[in-house]
């Protein structure tokens, strides 16, 4: 069984942009693919003239054999497509964003649920618990 989710559209592994977003949006919709990023400058074959570069892969396990195994990679990263998010431009002021994003996350954020239609709604409610975030970790 695999540790962390099926991509959505293997068809599709690699059309993704390389430039997106970094981290952040409390929450995910699909996995679009699995990055490993190498740097020529800690030990990675230099294929691009000196510039980082990654391999994409459809599963998790496969990026993360390939990044132990390759000099000058990182730890494999998530590609994910969040159809709405959660923006927190202040620590603590949350803003509901109903926009399509893509961003890199480390895959230990894929052990929170998905998103569903009361992920947002309820992380946002008045009658939220003081920790927030057990909402979106499933557990409240």
Known sequence: MCKY?????A??????????????GYVWDDVLEYRVWCHPHNGA???????????????????????ETNNGTESP??????????DEDAPGQ??????QRLTEWPV??????????????N??????PSNRLDILRGLA
């Open 11 to 24: 068809s599709l592994v690699g059309s993704y942009p390389a430039l997106v977003k970094s981290g952040g």
């Open 123 to 128: 992380f946002l409610s008045p009658d939220a």
């Open 45 to 67: 074959a230099d294929t691009e003239d000196g510039e980082d570069y990654y391999y994409v892969f459809e599963t998790y396990e496969d990026a993360l054999a390939f990044s």
């Open 77 to 86: 990263l998530a590609l994910i497509v969040q159809e709405e998010y959660i």
């Open 108 to 121: 230990e954020f894929l052990s929170r649920p998905k998103r569903n239609p009361d992920t947002i709604p």
């Open 94 to 99: 949350y803003v509901h964003i109903k926009q």
């Open 5 to 9: 989710p099926n991509i959505k559209d």
